[in-house]
């Protein structure tokens, strides 16, 4: 969705998604390297986020190259599978930090 403004044309299939990366507009490694500076994961103890979402991506980009069987559209791509839809869908837990002001 980011990236259809620039591309010219709609990227909701899994063929002008891949012709849109193979034009070298989307690189799975800058995605990363700005999502990570997004969200400030830059301490120590952000490192398993960061190693998390490096996994992710290079899962994601692992299925960009040979996309699962059957796949049509970019969002099934994903390696952790279609986004929640539901509060009732829930991820595992993490813990979390943080300070006292």
Do not use: C
């Amino acid at each position: 969705m980011l990236h259809e403004a620039s591309a010219g044309t709609a990227l909701t299939t899994l063929s002008s998604f891949k012709k849109y990366v193979a034009s070298g507009k989307f690189e799975v490694d800058a995605e990363l390297k700005a999502l990570i500076a997004t969200l400030g994961l830059d301490s120590a103890l952000d490192e398993p986020m960061r190693r998390d979402l490096t996994h992710w991506f290079n899962e994601f980009r692992r299925n960009i190259e040979t996309p699962p069987n059957g796949a049509l559209y970019p969002s099934e791509l994903s390696p952790t599978g279609p986004p929640m839809l539901s509060l009732r869908d829930v991820d595992k837990q993490v813990p979390i930090i943080g300070t006292r002001v």
